[in-house]
């Protein structure tokens, strides 16, 4: 397993734009489909992207493609999440996930290891 921190969440006004980073611990890093996720007050914890180990594939949720990007630097073992043209609706705690057997699995939810979250808040 790796362990995960998050950062780089605040609040912001719609329209602007915000990076996340995620910082995983160990060696193994490269061998970790890596993900991003939210929950957003009151509803349940939803995929947001996700990369593969090589970072040659990624997937987007539909309520964010186009708007966000996720990338990996295993060499930094960091993997960031670049948010442009927020809306209110992005308003969640975003968490890092990682999973080693695939990325259906990260999309699924079916992951080895979680962040423990940082705050984003989009204001209107």
């Known amino acids: 397993q790796v362990q995960l921190v998050e950062s780089g969440g605040g609040l912001v006004q719609a329209g602007d734009s915000l990076r996340l980073s995620c910082a995983a611990s160990?060696?193994?890093?490269?061998?970790?489909?890596m993900g991003w996720f939210r929950q957003a007050p009151g509803k349940e914890r939803e995929f947001v992207a996700v990369?593969?180990?090589?970072?040659?594939?990624?997937n987007y949720a539909d309520s964010v493609k186009g708007r966000f990007t996720i990338s990996r630097d295993n060499a930094k073992n960091t993997v960031s999440l670049q948010m442009n043209t927020l809306k209110p609706e992005d308003t969640a705690v975003y968490y890092c996930?990682?999973?080693?057997?695939?990325?259906?699995?990260?999309?699924?939810?079916?992951?080895?290891?979680w962040g423990q979250g940082t705050q984003v808040t989009v204001s209107s």
């Open positions: 996930a990682a999973a080693v057997s695939s990325i259906s699995s990260i999309i699924s939810g079916r992951v080895d290891s």
């Open positions: 160990g060696r193994t890093f490269s061998r970790f489909h």
């Open positions: 990369i593969t180990w090589s970072g040659l594939s990624t």
